[in-house]
Structures are given as C-alpha cells and as structure tokens.
C-alpha cells in the first residue's frame, strides 16, 4: 500500500473534500492578516512596495524612531515580527500534519504559502529600505547596524522557509 495512503489524517474523505480543507487551512494566516490589518492596508502594502512607489520616494524624518501611531521603521519591523511568529509556525504545523497525497493539494499549499511569505518579505522590504536611506542620510550607529542585520535575518528567515515548506514531500514524489 502507498506510504501516503497510510499516513493520511483525511480518513474515508473523498479528495475533493481534503483539497477544500486544505485550501481553507492554508489560507487562514492570510484571511487572519487581511482581517487584522483590513483589505485596504494589506493591498496597500503589497502595492507600496511592489509598485516601485516605496524606492521613489524621498527619505521623511517621521520614519525615524519607534512609535507605534506613526509609520515609523521600529513599528513596521514590529508588525513584521508579530505576523512572522504567527503565521509561520501555523503554516509548519499545516504541511505537517495536511499530507498532501495529491499535486493539486501541494499546489493549493503552494499558493497559499507564496501569497503570505509575499507579503511577508513586502512588509519587511518597506523598513528595510526607510533605514537604508536613514543611514544614508544620518550616517551610522549602533541601533542602525543591528536593524539592518535583523532586516537580513528576516528576509533570510522568511525566504529559508518558504523554501522548505514548499518543497514536495516524499511522499508526495511517489504519489501521482
């Protein structure tokens, strides 16, 4: 008998339902971050950053600092913190234990995932590239240097799971 048909957590389920299940499962961090947010602000992110808007415009003191009323780079690197810590383990413990036997459930997965760690690497690309032009304008310090590495670290965070969550499991090569 084929290990994915073993290991299945979908018991006696007819696979249009586990591809349904799958997309909604996946899709809650996203639906949890549009609601928290709000539709505008979370397109908004996505067209600041992706449109070229953010790399135009000039540097504006007001994104100095941390406050939490203001666009400010320390809140913007919070937020992306908060939204990291709760939807990635979410997503580790959805491929865990959703075995996606079939392409199409791996793909379902696939999107949901490349939809949130977009959104993830474009929340943390707009602080990044504000301090960028802080340094560049205010010159360097010791609180400026380890933003930058915390910014590295999170691209590198983010882009390291994406890659291994997307990955096919083994289970998934033998399966059709």
């Not at 950053?49 to 003191?61: C, K, M, V």
């Not at 007001?62 to 913007?76: E, M, R, S, V, Y």
């Not at 919070?78 to 990635?88: A, D, G, K, P, Q």
């Not at 590495?149 to 691209?155: D, E, M, Q, S, V």
């Amino acid at each position: 008998m084929d290990d994915c048909k073993k290991k299945s957590c979908h018991i006696s389920l007819k696979p249009m339902l586990g591809i349904i299940i799958t997309a909604v499962v996946a899709g809650f961090p996203l639906a949890a971050l549009i609601w928290m947010l709000g539709p505008e602000r979370f397109l908004g992110t996505f067209i600041y950053a992706l449109s070229g808007q953010l790399f135009g415009d000039p540097w504006n003191r007001i994104h100095a600092g941390f406050t939490l009323d203001q666009p400010t780079i320390g809140k913007w690197y919070f937020w992306f913190t908060v939204f990291t810590v709760m939807s990635l383990p979410y997503m580790t413990l959805v491929r865990r234990f959703c075995i996606r036997c079939s392409r199409l459930r791996h793909w379902i997965f696939a999107l949901g995932l490349t939809v949130l760690c977009s959104f993830l690497i474009c929340l943390l690309t707009i602080p990044f590239f504000w301090l960028v032009q802080y340094i560049h304008e205010m010159g360097w310090t010791q609180k400026r240097i380890f933003g930058l590495l915390y910014g590295i670290a999170g691209y590198v965070a983010v882009l390291g799971f994406y890659i291994w969550a997307a990955r096919p499991q083994k289970t998934e090569l033998s399966s059709k």
